[in-house]
């Protein structure tokens, strides 16, 4: 919600009269000023209010229950891309916000793991979407691709997004992200090492041979499974995220009592903190900082969480 209280104007040209409906009509702008703060609205009440010095803030001043529920404040449409109208990738489904009074989004294309489809991301789609981004959720040219290739087609499939899809004028191409499951989390981090104009990268559970990646330059929040067996985090995540710059923006997320397929379900705690690191890093929204720093603290979903604070991008 957006209040637009109209002041009232005088000049010298005017009558007394003018002058003081114009004053009547300031202290009623003010009155409503001061009851919308009173009640909560404020200037960021509602989809469609951004803060004039951000112009990619998107939505209400977030909570803690804001970003932890199932759906956010924007109504979410859908749109599928058959594997037959694109190349690179395997095609997908678009979530985007139904508002088209905000402008343009910031866009995150999301991969599935290895023998896995789309589907086992999905829930990823709306749940993101309705906080204020566009979400590409993408099957692969085959389940059995490996991270260097499903890092190509993560980028295949942003391009497609940005240039060719039914929705690329609600997408800010300058402000895009990648996430990925196992090797598509692999495959985010091959991503976000070709392509440094990324704004940020989530591996979810990732796997990759390659353990070290000192050349990303893009802020990149890790999610390990404490649980994990098919890529334990002593020899996947945690080693990933050491070996990222300790310059970067970059964050290790170690989900309590969670498998390697932890993040194929819907997860507060995944969804919570993938929030507000896109939110961070691809709408540059400070408002966001305060759910990453200072660093979340162990609790019954977080083994460990480790992280630069405060954050400088």
């Known amino acids: ?46 989809p469609g209010a951004h803060a004039a010095d951000n112009p990619y803030e998107r939505g209400p001043a977030p909570t803690t229950a804001s970003i932890e529920a199932a759906r956010g404040p924007y109504a979410v449409s859908q749109t599928s891309v ?21 402008g ?3 866009a995150v294309a999301i991969s599935p793991g290895y023998t896995a489809y789309e589907s086992s991301i999905a829930w990823l789609g709306p749940r993101l979407a309705s906080q204020g981004f566009v979400v590409f959720t993408i ?86 499974a404490d649980g994990d067996t098919i890529a334990p985090v002593s020899s996947h995540s945690e080693p990933f995220y050491t070996s990222l710059s300790s310059s970067l923006d970059r964050g290790y997320l170690e989900l309590n009592s969670a498998t390697h397929f932890t993040p194929n379900s819907s997860n507060t705690t995944i969804a919570k903190y993938s929030i507000s690191w896109l939110k961070r ?23 460990e969480y480790r992280g630069n604070c405060p954050h400088g991008s």
């Open 281 to 303: 890093f691809i709408d540059n929204d400070t408002r966001y900082e305060q759910f990453l720093c200072p660093l979340p603290r162990p609790s019954l979903t977080i083994e």
């Open 139 to 224: 099957d692969t040219l085959t389940t059995l691709d490996q991270p260097d290739s499903r890092g190509r087609q993560l980028l295949a499939a942003l391009d497609h997004l940005t240039e060719r899809s039914s929705v690329r004028s609600r997408v800010d191409a300058s402000r895009l992200g990648v996430m990925g499951h196992s090797m598509g989390g692999g495959g985010s981090l091959e991503a976000a090492k070709s392509r440094p104009a990324l704004q940020a990268a989530i591996p979810l559970t990732p796997w990759n041979l390659d353990k070290t990646w000192p050349e990303v330059t893009t802020p990149t929040l890790i999610f390990g």
């Open 104 to 106: 343009t989004f910031g």
């Open 1 to 46: 919600m957006q209040l637009h209280p109209h002041t009232g104007s005088s000049t010298r040209t005017r009558d007394t009269l003018g002058r003081r409906s114009g004053h009547r009509a300031g202290r009623l702008a003010a009155a409503v000023a001061a009851l919308s703060l009173a009640v909560g609205l404020g200037p960021l009440a509602g």
């Open 82 to 102: 058959s594997s037959l109208s694109v190349t690179g990738f395997g095609g997908g489904t678009i979530y985007y916000p139904t508002s088209t009074s905000d």
